[in-house]
Structures are given as C-alpha cells and as structure tokens.
C-alpha cells in the first residue's frame, strides 16, 4: 500500500472514532456542581419570590438545528413539572454567560437549582427520560 493508502485508512479511522465519540456523548447529562457565578440569579431572575426550583438555562444560536429539538424536549419536561422554568439563549447576545461557563459548542443546556448552582450539562440534544431524573432528583431534594 503507498503512502497516501496509509494516509487515507487514517483519516477513515479516526473520523470513525470520533464519530462513534460523538455519538455516544452527545445529550447525556453529565453532573457538574458550579457554585453560583456572580449576576447569575440576577440574570436569571432567580432572586424573586416565586423562582422556580430548577431552571434550563439552554444556550443556543440562531441556524442551530438541534437547538430547535432541545427547545421542543425542554419544553415538553417543563411542561410537566409546575416547578421548573425554561430560559433559552442566544450564545451571541450573551458572551459573558458563555465565556463564564465554558459553552463550546450549542446546544448546551444546564440544570441550574433556584440558588443559582449548576448541578448538571448536556452538550447535544438531551433525552428527555434523563431530564425527567434529573429534575426530579433536584425537585425532591429542594
């Protein structure tokens, strides 16, 4: 086999990995404990009377395909807690957020608690099963 053979089953393969990587990642819900950043409950209006128990904070960006599927999932999982609150934004027009909290990639969505502490990140589309547990988790032991 020549050089470019060898050159080429290598690109093949590691597009595979990473590939395969992606797949088994993307959307699971990873636990991640962040203490409240400074303005967080402010921004998120997390300081009034009546803040929800567990916000999604979802950072997305305008021609983001699966942003509009994890709007529809986070939607449908707030929907059926009264507790909970879905806040979306645009990774654009909130810099400061993004840089604040790694964001690399949209859709990123975090599970935040109503003293503003990220208890979990989905990078991907999330599965709602799993938003459920989580949620639930955090209702429970608000």
């Keep these: 086999m020549s050089t470019g053979g060898y050159v080429l089953v290598t690109v093949l393969v590691l597009s595979a990995g990473f590939g395969i990587y992606r797949k088994l990642s993307d959307g699971r819900l990873k636990v991640e404990i962040v203490p409240p950043k400074l303005g967080l409950i402010e921004h998120l209006h997390l300081n009034h009377q009546h803040a929800p128990q567990v916000t999604f904070l979802q950072f997305s960006s305008e021609f983001c395909q699966p ?26 027009e909130h810099m400061d957020l993004v840089k604040t909290y790694g ?28 938003l459920v547990n989580a949620v639930s988790d955090l209702i429970i032991d608000s």
């Design 103 to 130: 964001i690399t990639r949209t859709p990123t969505t975090l599970i935040i608690d109503k003293e503003g502490t990220v208890h979990f990140r989905a990078v991907g589309v999330p599965k709602r099963v799993d």
């Design 67 to 92: 942003c509009r599927v994890t709007t529809g999932i986070l939607e449908v999982v707030t929907n059926s807690f009264p507790a909970i609150c879905h806040i979306e934004l645009d990774v654009l």
